[in-house]
């Protein structure tokens, strides 16, 4: 029915909580036909270990589980060789580091399953932090209307078998979610009530990282693809987030910290010229 992708990395802290929050998806068909692939690339932990241990309760849940491990390192080859390999034409990808609240598939279903070209995901929460520089930006980064009134599709986005033929291979670039997400106009992309649990990377540096990821990423695409910026629509607007800073002062402290932190290090920090699955989290 449909394809389920999980691309990992070194992911053997955080799968097996995505993987148990997958069995416990409810209200859904016992023929419900989902397949999970996941796909480790170049990991030297127990990822796949992982992925294996989960599948009892998976299969006892109606899913197939396949896991493909890659020598190779690389999101996108993840990502590719998974698409290869499908049953499914609709498709949802999901970073390994997320979790989903049991109705996040059911209500996603219906989308996924749906004869127009659709782009898809739930309702985005962020995970509790222990730094109170990482929750104050959580905070803020939810109240920003690009994430409570869009779709920004952070760590889990899906397309209806129609919707995926806007685009072939997953390119060698660092924003795949950003590069899925404006194949389509605001207009076509649909949110869920159901939330899912993103992590938002714990303590200053680490957010700097992942900031400085998200630039080097932006930079990157719009001059790769600057016709797909179109459908970026007004919800970036500078305007918006000026009144949500306004509206959130305390917790826009932290944000614009992050955001100054990472503007200053851009300007000494030499870009790398490989492809890398960077990150800013660590992985144990």
Request: proline letters at 6%.
């Amino acid at each position: 029915m449909i394809s389920l992708i999980i691309p990992c990395h070194n992911e053997e802290l955080v799968l097996g909580a995505l993987l148990s929050s997958l069995a416990a998806q409810t209200d859904l068909a016992e023929d419900h036909r989902i397949e999970i692939l996941v796909v480790a690339n170049a990991c030297k932990d127990r990822t796949c270990a992982v992925a294996e241990e989960a599948r009892a309760a998976l299969e006892a849940a109606g899913f197939s589980l396949g896991v493909i491990d890659l020598p190779e390192p690389g999101k996108a080859g993840a990502l590719n060789t998974a698409d290869a390999r499908a049953q499914f034409a609709p498709r949802l990808y999901v970073d390994a580091d997320v979790t989903l609240a049991p109705e996040v598939l059911a209500q996603l279903l219906p989308l996924l399953l749906s004869d127009e070209e659709i782009y898809c995901s739930a309702t985005i929460q962020v995970a509790p932090a222990r730094s109170w520089v990482s929750r104050a930006y959580g905070r803020f980064m939810l109240a920003m209307p690009f994430v409570r009134d869009g779709v920004p599709g952070m760590g889990l986005y899906g397309v209806t078998a129609a919707a995926r033929s806007r685009w072939g291979s997953f390119p060698l670039i660092h924003s795949d979610d950003r590069f899925v997400r404006l194949q389509f106009a605001p207009e076509e992309r649909r949110k869920v009530p159901a939330p899912y649990v993103w992590p938002v990377p714990d303590g200053l540096g680490n957010l700097i990282r992942v900031r400085l990821r998200w630039n080097e990423g932006n930079r990157e695409f719009a001059g790769l693809y600057p016709e797909l910026l179109v459908n970026d629509g007004a919800r970036n607007d500078l305007r918006a987030s000026l009144r949500t800073l306004l509206a959130h002062p305390l917790d826009g402290i932290a944000y614009v910290t992050v955001f100054v932190s990472t503007a200053l290090w851009a300007r000494l920090k030499r870009k790398d010229s490989a492809v890398v699955w960077r990150r800013g989290r660590p992985t144990a």
